[in-house]
């Protein structure tokens, strides 16, 4: 049974929903030395190296950053760290020296393999409520969460300026 009061937003449910999957995937790949993020980019990496993928290469840092949805400074932190592990290769790119590519050394493609079975295994549970990951009620989920991903967020700045501020201007 859920904690979350039944009058919580939708924006509260996300966020404890975030957090309930971090820390779960967290615990799932702490045995093979990764963290969740660690994760995220080696899975990422992982599919987008496929040969039946678009990319089918080795992508580089930025395109991986907007795969994952972490900040750019963050994937090239943690590239430095895995390929320091010996998880990851980071290459220039002949195209453009600027850019670094990433590829998955083979260590690092078979902890990634090993991670991304622990991490399904967490989806099954996480999905089972809604009849598990092959259900219509999952798959209507994931199109949910698809139209919240694509709808734009911008939050406007705030005005920090007082009432007294604004009155005197």
């Known amino acids: 049974m859920s ?19 971090r820390v779960a995937v967290d615990r799932a790949v702490a045995p093979l030395g990764m963290t969740h993020a660690q994760y995220s980019l080696m ?16 992508p580089n840092q930025r395109r ?11 994937v090239s932190k943690l590239a430095r760290a895995l390929e320091a592990s010996g998880l990851i290769a980071r290459t220039r790119d002949p195209d453009d020296p600027r ?12 902890v990634t393999k090993r991670a991304i079975k622990a ?7 996480l999905l089972e409520p809604l009849g598990g990951q092959d259900s219509a009620r999952a798959s209507r989920f994931t199109r949910e969460l698809l139209t919240l991903l694509d709808a734009p967020l911008d939050p406007a700045p705030l005005d920090l300026t007082t009432k007294n501020e604004k009155e005197q201007s």
């Open 64 to 74: 991986l950053a907007d795969h994952t949805g972490l900040e750019p400074l963050y």
């Open 3 to 21: 904690t979350a009061p039944e009058n919580a937003t939708a924006g509260f449910l996300v966020w404890r929903l975030s957090m309930k999957w």
């Open 119 to 125: 991490v399904q295994e967490l989806l099954d549970q």
């Open 43 to 58: 899975a990422s990496l992982y599919g987008m190296s496929l040969p039946q993928t678009p990319t089918g290469t080795h």
């Open 99 to 110: 850019a670094i590519l990433l590829s998955l050394t083979e260590q690092g493609h078979d």
